[in-house]
């Protein structure tokens, strides 16, 4: 029996999220959606709009004895600007910040571990700003929104933001890659 775990992601559009989590070695299921925000239910159009509160997000479903919370962070923090408040690249507003959704005292510990470590490493220019809040009701977005680079990747954002994303991705973390 597997032990599977869920860590609760945003940095940015969550195509570009779920198309990289994807690829990962020891994840079972990537769903794209939205947290973090009061009303229920909230609707793709509601959240661009940045009234809803909620942010896109990646509920990654993983088995721990193949990778860790910690690896997850890790290629979290490498696949988005963790610098930027409120923004990835031309996508602005609340919906597209950066923050850990924790499910766990340990997730909790973990992130704020990662993101210590990753500023006495000095990696960016600026400070992090991402935030570590406790995981609240996740809402799965609309089903064309899941899988969204696998189904459209000669869409024009997919091909401009997504696949060289996921591209230097892939040639970074060639040992944490499904083969």
């Known amino acids: 029996m597997k032990n599977i775990e869920v860590a609760t992601l945003a940095g ?63 290629v979290f923090f490498a696949i988005h600007d963790p610098t930027t408040l409120n923004r990835q690249g031309n996508d602005a507003g609340t919906q597209y910040r950066s923050a850990i959704f924790t499910h766990s005292s340990e997730q909790v510990a973990t992130a704020n571990e990662s993101i210590t470590y990753l500023v006495s490493e000095e990696i960016w220019d600026a400070p ?10 996740f809402y799965p977005a609309e089903e064309y929104h899941q899988e969204f680079f696998k189904r459209n990747p000669h869409q024009g954002y997919c091909m401009a933001v997504v696949s060289p994303k996921v591209s230097k991705f892939r040639k970074n973390f060639t040992a944490l890659l499904k083969s």
């Open 128 to 137: 992090i700003v991402t935030q570590v809040v406790a995981a609240e009701t």
């Open 12 to 74: 940015g559009c969550f195509w570009c999220l779920e198309a990289v989590f994807d690829d990962l070695k020891g994840v079972e299921d990537v769903v794209s959606g939205y947290m973090g925000g009061p009303g229920a239910n909230p609707s793709y159009e509601a959240v661009c709009s940045g009234t809803t509160g909620h942010a896109e997000v990646v509920q990654v479903a993983f088995d721990p004895a193949i990778i860790s919370y910690k690896q997850i962070l890790m």
